[in-house]
Nanobody, 123 residues
Framework: QVQLVESGGDLVQAGGSLRLSCAAS????????MGWFRQAPLKEREFVAG????????SYQDSVKGRFTISRDIAKNTVYLQMDNLKPEDTAVYYC????????????????WGQGTQVIVSS
């Protein structure tokens, strides 16, 4: 089992920035992928960004490209999501996810999930 704990969610004005963190513990290995997803009220959960923890290869949803950056700290088993130029439509609960099937898409197929952290962007 892998445990994921997110932090960093907050209320911020449009145009502002936040950095989300997700610390992994438990049966982690050197080869896995991690991703960020979000779910806004009355909407389905959607992919935001993903990273191959070993290689550093990343993938982003089109609407966040150029504004969000996913990164990882291998020593700390932690992944970050730097969110800049936030918009009201970024308001959602953000979830961290992890999976050891690094051959599958960074955009889907995650077995382990965190509890989520709330991001609210006011206009």
């Amino acid at each position: 089992q892998v445990q994921l704990v997110e932090s960093g969610g907050d209320l911020v004005q449009a145009g502002g920035s936040l950095r989300l963190s997700c610390a992994a513990s438990g049966r982690t290995s050197s080869r896995y992928k991690m991703g960020w997803f979000r779910q806004a009220p009355l909407k389905e959960r959607e992919f935001v960004a993903g990273i191959n923890f070993n290689s550093g290869v990343t993938s982003y949803q089109d609407s966040v490209k150029g504004r969000f950056t996913i990164s990882r700290d291998i020593a700390k088993n932690t992944v970050y999501l730097q969110m800049d130029n936030l918009k009201p439509e970024d308001t959602a609960v953000y979830y961290c996810a992890a999976d050891q099937r690094t051959w599958t898409s960074l955009r889907a197929d995650y077995a382990y999930w965190g509890q989520g952290t709330q991001v609210i962007v006011s206009s």
